[in-house]
Every structure is written in structure tokens, then in C-alpha cells.
């Protein structure tokens, strides 16, 4: 089991080459800085405060693993100035089965998208503003409860 906050980019390959071995799923994702405005972003700036974000990673890393039958996962976070289409996270899960694989990967991801304690400002043609939270990011959430 594995967090890691990073301002550097990361290898797919790399971080995927000794994963879940002996597993039966293996299953990833990988979130991209997306242009909502296409066109007009010209960076997302991420930060993070590391003496909360870590241990709150960590935290539900573990809930995810007392949840569903784990035989390893990853999640990487960036933080910095990122590009649209720059690797922004990834989660990989490895399960014996691959509904607890697909299950955990996607409680993860809800988890990261919603309370992880990243702030996010978009840098446009137009101006800054910080990403606030959607109401369907905290529906999505709603349903692990």
C-alpha cells in the first residue's frame, strides 16, 4: 500500500511494472488536467498543506483496504502547476477478484475528486478562480456511506 503527494510527473509503466503480481484485477486510473473551457486554461495550480494531505491519503487507503479484499494499491497525487492533459493522479488497485479491485479503485477516486484536501485554482485567458466542489462529486461520495 502506497501514497505518495509529488509535484513530479509519474511513468504509468514504472509505477504499474511490479504491481499486483499474484493478483487475479488489477485495475487503474489515471485523472488528466482537462480544459473545461477548451482552450482557455493555461494551468491548474494544486495545492496542499503535506502534514494534512498525506496522513488524510493514507487514512482512507486503509479504509478502502478494511473494505474491500486488497492485495495492494497505489494512489499518486500531484500538486504544483500542471498543464491541460498533464497526469494529475492515479490509483491502482489489485484485488484477488476484480469487483473489489473495480470497487475499491472508484471509492478511491470519489474520495480523492471530493474530500482530499487538495485546493485547485484554474488559470485561464480570462482570469483565476479556485475549483469549487460539484454537487455530483459529493453525490458520488454519498453513495460509500
Not at 484554474?122 to 460539484?134: H, L, R
Amino acid at each position: 500500500m502506497v501514497v505518495r503527494v509529488q509535484a513530479a510527473d509519474f511513468d504509468l509503466a514504472a509505477e504499474l511494472s511490479d504491481f499486483g503480481l499474484g493478483a487475479g484485477a488489477v485495475v487503474t486510473f489515471t485523472g488528466l488536467v482537462r480544459d473545461h473551457d477548451q482552450g482557455g486554461l493555461r494551468e491548474m495550480l494544486i495545492e496542499h498543506y503535506p502534514a494534512m494531505t498525506e496522513p488524510a491519503l493514507t487514512a482512507i487507503e486503509a479504509r478502502a483496504k478494511s473494505r474491500w479484499n486488497l492485495a495492494d494499491s497505489l494512489i499518486i497525487h500531484r500538486f504544483g502547476a500542471l498543464k491541460p492533459g498533464d497526469r494529475i493522479m492515479m490509483v491502482a488497485t489489485a484485488a484477488r477478484h476484480r469487483g473489489d479491485a473495480f470497487q475499491a479503485a472508484e471509492f478511491l477516486m470519489d474520495y480523492l475528486k471530493s474530500r482530499a484536501p487538495f485546493w485547485k485554482k484554474e488559470i485561464t485567458d480570462k482570469g483565476e478562480s479556485w475549483v469549487a466542489a460539484k454537487d455530483s462529486d459529493e453525490a458520488a461520495i454519498d453513495r460509500w456511506s
